[in-house]
């Protein structure tokens, strides 16, 4: 912890913003509205000026100073916002999450404070971690000055090496062109805390570079603030292990060497391209535009700053520069359903034969997951109808940077009825017809982090029912391919190894269902043998329900490799629908998640939350996430352990209680993730269903149904009732595509 000498309590600068008494009220959503450019950077000139602080631009200069690495909002504690929200309490204090790193000092090491009143802030208090523990400067996240610094390393160790690359790859990284070499860089950057050592794969750096190494793996320790301290510890070619760049290119130049030399190619030949090549067989035309989203007759969803409706849902959002989307305040027709839901973390654990790609273990909110969101285009990321947002984030930077069109939202016709029936007279006719057409509001972003693209997804239907979802879809970590690497996944090109992996995805799911007094309870079928008791010389067989309370927060944690009960029930025992039941939702998991290392294994106990499908605990201010930025780069003493959230076996009978969700799939790459992966039969997540929450399907008050009815014995006259007009109506063609893509300070 950095040691000030100083009281924490600033005294006031007594500050206050100018109001209109005409203008209307905020919305009470803003509270957790992200913080805008002009608050982003109020806190940036406050802390730059406090001199006890002795911050730096974080551009330029030298790791051993102090910089200002992360600013984004700090979200009210719930039983603040809850009193604004239901009660009429006054709005919370609006306050900043200001991450610093303290590299100028004898004992360097990162510190988070609490920054506030926005929009002028005059104070600043340091956040605690959950046993008060402090965050080791070896575990901070990466900056582009320290890659900066590692390429000038990279430049140094490969320049022995010019001979070797140019001949075996055409490509070089000392002093190159235009036929360069790049890397990737591997984490964790060690084997134990306070270690800083990162392998680094070398690659051609063409079009879908991640699809191109050479076979060159370089381990450096990059620990020491100072630079010149570096060293490389090892490097790996081709199979064989060296002490340094000099024994390599001796031992190449003797002869001694397994060299590896690639085929030149050209850059239109590339297999990392999207350029078209080949040709369906059928001949159907894929030159002209498919299907497209439209609204012929507007939107029918409304968005008031972070506040967002549609049908019966309302909820507040943003977009967290440290780990994404996140959910604030979900209602339906008024009440209450969770309090928060939002993404926490997302991993992919590799296995392989190279030390770069035995050592990959990504833990993504340690590379700024929610900040690499970038932007998305109209009629492939998201139809072309979509409102799109942007965002601001404050993350490595000296300011906020703008990432245009960073959020989307859309209604998408699911092209499946939410609900239908064709009732037949079985004579060749019906009785009537009469269905509900499917349409969800998709609340969307993405985080490219380096290879891999997620798609987040949270859709709300009609029906009370909210799906989480995330596509996997970018470029596979490949490494570069001997015969062993088999063992670990698909040869995917004549020098490549697509390198299994197991993707986990983390959410927290506050519910508050019809209060914040809530129980969780199982509920599966079991089978009993009973006298038939209109055949008593009979047996039946049959099902019946098995309900099970969860009493315990150990009761209510599922192990990843055993059976999941098929119903999670969360309900309120105290509220009850028409019919007597307790009202509830349900989550449902749609995933084949799997462990990804043994339990208690070294890096597997930063991400302990990942031995559960599902774990319940009763709500802490002070368990408010299950990972962090530093999980990255320490995985094996985290400062965030989601398994005491679970040890100390709270009771969560009618309590206040988080759901804490894992999905996520095995992926073996295969040829056809060439040149990238797919997101069809890529995608996880889950869902919140009502479970007797209401006395019927809410969507009956859905508008948009269709019923037919015969009016005649020969059919031949109909009732056709709806409510909406008789026919949508053209779609209006949008502007021509466009796209910029670049993300500036502003």
Not at 95 to 121: I, K
Not at 409 to 434: C, D, K, M
Not at 476 to 485: D, E, K, S
Request: net charge neutral; proline share 8%.
């Amino acid at each position: 912890m950095w040691p000030l000498r100083l009281a924490w309590a600033l005294a006031a600068l007594g500050i206050v913003a100018g109001t209109d008494p005409t203008a209307p009220p905020p919305d009470k959503a803003s509270i957790f509205a992200d913080l805008t450019p002009a608050e982003l950077r109020a806190v940036r000139d406050f802390l730059m000026g406090r001199p006890e602080l002795g911050l730096s631009p974080s551009r330029g200069g030298s790791l051993a100073q102090n910089t200002l690495f992360l600013v984004e909002l700090l979200p009210p504690k719930k039983r603040l916002a809850l009193r604004h929200l239901d009660k009429g309490g006054p709005a919370p204090r609006r306050q900043a999450r200001a991450v610093v790193f303290f590299g100028g000092q004898a004992e360097p090491n990162v510190t988070e404070f609490a920054v506030g009143p926005l929009p002028r802030p005059s104070s600043y208090r340091p956040l605690r971690f959950k046993g008060r523990r402090t965050v080791p400067f070896a575990a901070r996240p990466m900056t582009q000055l320290e890659y900066e610094l590692l390429h000038r390393a990279l430049v140094q160790a490969t320049e022995p090496l010019y001979r070797l690359l140019r001949d075996a790859t055409g490509f070089w990284y000392h002093n190159c062109t235009d036929r360069c070499l790049t890397f990737s860089d591997i984490a964790p950057r060690g084997l134990a805390p306070g270690e800083r050592r990162s392998w680094f794969m070398l690659q051609r750096f063409v079009e879908g570079y991640f699809l191109h190494p050479v076979g060159l793996e370089i381990l450096i320790d990059h620990r020491d603030p100072n630079p010149h301290r570096w060293a490389v510890q090892s490097l790996w070619y081709n199979g064989q292990y060296f002490s340094s760049p000099q024994e390599l290119a001796e031992r190449y130049e003797q002869g001694q060497v397994a060299v590896a030399r690639l085929a030149d190619h050209a850059s239109q030949l590339l297999f990392s391209t999207y350029v078209p090549r080949g040709r369906f067989t059928t001949g159907t035309p894929t030159d002209v535009h498919g299907a497209k989203v439209c609204e012929p007759q507007g939107r029918r969803y409304r968005l008031r700053g972070n506040r967002l409706e549609y049908g019966g849902w309302s909820l507040a959002f943003r977009l967290r520069s440290s780990s994404g989307l996140q959910l604030f305040d979900l209602r339906f027709n008024e009440e209450r359903v969770a309090y928060e839901v939002s993404v926490q973390e997302a991993i992919a654990f590799y296995g392989g034969n190279t030390p770069a790609a035995m050592q990959t273990k990504y833990i993504d909110a340690g590379w700024g997951m929610g900040s690499v969101t970038y932007e998305l285009a109209p009629g492939i990321d998201c139809p072309e109808v979509a409102t799109y947002l942007d965002a601001h984030h404050f993350y490595d930077a000296d300011g906020p940077v703008r990432f245009a069109r960073a959020v989307c939202i859309f209604e998408l016709p699911t092209g499946v009825p939410l609900r239908r029936h064709f009732n037949s007279n079985f004579q060749g006719g019906y009785h009537f017809y009469a269905g509900l057409e499917g349409h969800a509001l998709v609340l969307r972003t993405t985080s490219t982090v380096y290879n891999y693209d997620y798609i987040w997804d949270f859709l709300l239907y009609p029906n009370g029912v909210m799906e989480a979802k995330v596509h996997a879809t970018g470029f596979i970590h490949a490494t570069f391919y001997t015969p062993q690497g088999r063992r670990y996944g698909s040869r995917v090109q004549s020098h490549v190894l697509g390198n299994m992996h197991t993707h986990l995805v983390h959410y927290k799911v506050d519910l508050d269902v019809a209060g914040t007094g809530n129980s969780f309870e199982t509920v599966d079928l079991s089978f009993e043998n009973i006298s038939n008791p209109w055949s008593p010389d009979a047996r039946v067989v049959q099902p019946w329900l098995h309900r099970q309370p969860r009493r315990s927060e150990r009761q209510a944690a599922f192990p990843l490799g055993q059976a999941l009960p098929r119903y999670l029930l969360f309900s309120n025992p105290r509220q009850h629908n028409r019919w007597g039941h307790a009202r509830s939702y349900r989550i449902q998991h749609s995933s084949h998640a799997g462990r990804v290392l043994p339990r208690g294994w070294r890096e597997e106990r930063g991400i302990s939350w990942g031995r559960y499908h599902l774990a319940v605990t009763r709500h802490h201010e002070n368990e408010a996430v299950s990972s962090s930025l530093y999980t990255q780069n320490d995985p094996w003493e985290p400062l965030v352990n989601f398994e005491s959230f679970i040890r100390d076996d709270e009771s969560i009978e009618d309590q206040d209680l988080v759901a804490w969700v894992t999905v996520g799939f095995l992926h073996i790459p295969h040829a056809e993730d060439v040149p990238n992966t797919a997101t069809p039969g890529n995608a996880v997540g889950f869902f919140l269903r009502p479970f007797n929450f209401f006395d019927e399907d809410p969507s009956v008050a859905s508008l948009s149904p269709v019923i037919v009815r015969p009016l005649d014995q020969t059919f031949s006259r109909l009732e056709v009732q709806r409510w909406t007009p008789d026919t949508p109506g053209p779609c209006i063609a949008p502007g021509p595509f466009t796209y910029n893509g670049t993300y500036w300070p502003e």
